[in-house]
């Protein structure tokens, strides 16, 4: 029990010393700041962690590189310009925190069933259930506290829905990033985060969820895909007064 305390204590502290100024640049910062951010962690990942995860340069390292890493960065970019999806990217980064925070505590105390020790041996059913029922009470904090006669209705036979949904994605993007690691006879993908790993390890879910969340966003409301131009990003980075 010790061991766990102190497991988790490392762990809260690097989550409030990395992500409290992470949470401060997306809410008070231009999102060029957050922009910036996310170009930032992408190189990380594709030339520090993915390299002690695939061969480099090989087909599987370019593979990984553009469609796993490249792209839902792209997509986050091109949520960040936009305001309406600006929102939604801070929800689900919210609800992946909710998620892992879950996952991990009801895991670590309460997991028993081994969800597939082949490839993860520290994933369980109950860590399943947990994350879903982190995502899920908020989501449901989040009705009643707009009218809570929303309880009774549609809308949340959809939240509950959505949140199973959320919560299997999110786990499919932990296994697929736990494969990885598996397969390379790597525990952690990196070790800049003390008690969590590296970035990847932390945003493993993210990186399944978020292009998902956006293109279900933009066909349900019909608004037009935020597409960003890789060079509009380098030409406000450069010079941003244009």
Same mark, same amino acid.
């Given at each position: %029990?010790?061991?766990l305390?102190?497991n988790f204590?490392i762990r809260?502290?690097?989550t409030?010393?990395f992500?409290?100024?992470? !949470?401060y640049?997306? &809410?008070?910062k231009?999102p060029?700041?957050?922009t910036?951010?996310?170009?930032?962690?992408?190189? !990380?990942?594709?030339f520090?962690?993915l390299?002690?995860?695939v061969s480099p340069?090989g087909w599987?390292f370019?593979a990984?590189?553009?469609f796993y890493?490249?792209?839902?960065f792209? #997509?986050m970019?091109?949520?960040? @310009?936009h305001v309406?999806f600006?929102?939604?990217? %801070?929800g689900?980064? =919210?609800?992946?925190?909710?998620h892992d925070?879950?996952?991990? #505590?009801v895991?670590?105390?309460?997991?028993? $069933?081994?969800?597939?020790p082949?490839?993860?041996? /520290?994933k369980t !059913?109950e860590g399943?259930i947990?994350?879903?029922?982190?995502v *899920?009470?908020?989501?449901?904090y989040?009705?009643?506290?707009?009218?809570?006669k929303?309880?009774?209705? *549609?809308?949340?036979l959809?939240?509950? /829905?959505f +949140?199973?949904t959320?919560? +299997? #994605? *999110?786990t499919? /993007?932990?296994?697929f990033?736990?494969s990885?690691k598996?397969?390379?006879?790597v525990?952690? +993908?990196?070790?800049? &985060?003390p008690g $969590?790993?590296g970035?990847?390890?932390?945003?493993? +879910?993210?990186l399944?969820?978020?292009?998902? &969340?956006?293109?279900?966003? *933009?066909?349900?409301? @019909?608004l037009?895909?935020p %597409?960003?131009?890789? =060079?509009?990003?380098?030409?406000?980075?450069?010079?941003p007064?244009f």
């Amino acid at each position: %029990m010790n061991a766990l305390l102190k497991n988790f204590l490392i762990r809260t502290i690097t989550t409030v010393f990395f992500v409290v100024p992470a !949470w401060y640049c997306f &809410l008070y910062k231009p999102p060029l700041v957050t922009t910036i951010g996310l170009i930032i962690l992408a190189a !990380w990942i594709i030339f520090v962690e993915l390299p002690c995860l695939v061969s480099p340069w090989g087909w599987q390292f370019y593979a990984l590189a553009l469609f796993y890493i490249c792209f839902p960065f792209y #997509v986050m970019i091109g949520m960040n @310009q936009h305001v309406f999806f600006r929102f939604y990217l %801070m929800g689900a980064a =919210f609800w992946i925190f909710l998620h892992d925070t879950g996952a991990y #505590v009801v895991g670590t105390l309460f997991g028993t $069933h081994k969800m597939a020790p082949d490839i993860s041996a /520290g994933k369980t !059913w109950e860590g399943f259930i947990g994350g879903f029922l982190a995502v *899920a009470v908020w989501n449901m904090y989040s009705i009643i506290s707009m009218d809570y006669k929303s309880l009774f209705t *549609a809308q949340a036979l959809f939240f509950v /829905g959505f +949140s199973i949904t959320f919560t +299997s #994605v *999110a786990t499919l /993007g932990d296994l697929f990033e736990s494969s990885l690691k598996r397969r390379a006879g790597v525990k952690d +993908s990196g070790w800049i &985060l003390p008690g $969590h790993g590296g970035v990847l390890d932390r945003l493993d +879910s993210l990186l399944f969820v978020v292009p998902l &969340l956006c293109f279900y966003i *933009a066909y349900t409301t @019909q608004l037009s895909f935020p %597409m960003v131009s890789f =060079f509009d990003v380098i030409k406000k980075i450069m010079f941003p007064r244009f």
